[in-house]
Every structure is written in structure tokens, then in C-alpha cells.
């Protein structure tokens, strides 16, 4: 039965407890999780934070580390237009990427856009 089904969602743990518990945009951001689509599967993922304080460019590395790609060979796309690789800082596309998944939460969207 296991092999007939296709996975559709990926959610980590501490993402899982966010979402189930109907959490607002200000506690997704707070818990800093991401969100996005990688071919037909959705990933819910949170980022490891150290003494409340999250690196905001571990957004891009955790990313690359669950779907086991290099972050120089990524390229995030966000309403038809490339979000990553650009002139800005990791850091600020970072941000941008948990922006963009808070607010997917918030709105409770049935996919990550």
C-alpha cells in the first residue's frame, strides 16, 4: 500500500506543530518556517535556531540540504521571476523566502507559492 501512494507533502517536526495548531503569520515568522514546492511534493520545513536567534540565510541552506543541492546550483523562482541567484545578499533572499512562507501560512494556502 505504501509503495502505490506518492508523497505529496514533506513536513518536519517542529513545522508540523505550527501548522496543526493553526498558528497566525507572526508565530510562523516567529518560528521562522519555510515553505515551497519542489517538482509535484511540498515542503513544510523549520529552521534550527540557536538561543532565539535564527541565521536568516540558513533559509537557503536548509533548502539545499533537504533536497540535496548545492544553494550555488539552486534557483528559486517565486511568481515567474528568479528570487535566487540575484544581485542581493543570501541573507536578504532569505527573508525574502520567509516572507513569502509566513504569509502562505497565514492565508492558509493549500500549496506553497
Known amino acids: 500500500v505504501c509503495l502505490q501512494s506518492k508523497v505529496v507533502v514533506v513536513c518536519d517536526g517542529n ?3 505550527v501548522l496543526r495548531a493553526g498558528k497566525h ?3 510562523a515568522r516567529e518560528q521562522k518556517i519555510v515553505c515551497l514546492r519542489y ?10 535556531s540557536t538561543s ?6 540558513c533559509a537557503l541552506s536548509r533548502i539545499g540540504a533537504v533536497l540535496g ?3 550555488k546550483q539552486m534557483k528559486i523562482i517565486h511568481n515567474g521571476k528568479i528570487i ?7 541573507n536578504d533572499v532569505s527573508e525574502k523566502i520567509l516572507s513569502i512562507s509566513s504569509l502562505d501560512i497565514a492565508k492558509k494556502r493549500k500549496k506553497p507559492s
Not at 509535484?40 to 534550527?48: A, E, G, K, T
Request: aromatic letters at 10%; glycine letters at 4%; proline letters at 9%.
Open 15 to 17: 513545522a508540523e506543530t
Open 25 to 27: 503569520e507572526n508565530d
Open 39 to 48: 517538482g509535484p511534493i511540498h515542503y513544510y520545513l523549520s529552521l534550527q
Open 52 to 57: 532565539s536567534r535564527v541565521s536568516p540565510s
Open 69 to 71: 543541492v548545492d544553494v
Open 84 to 90: 535566487y541567484p540575484d544581485k542581493t545578499n543570501n
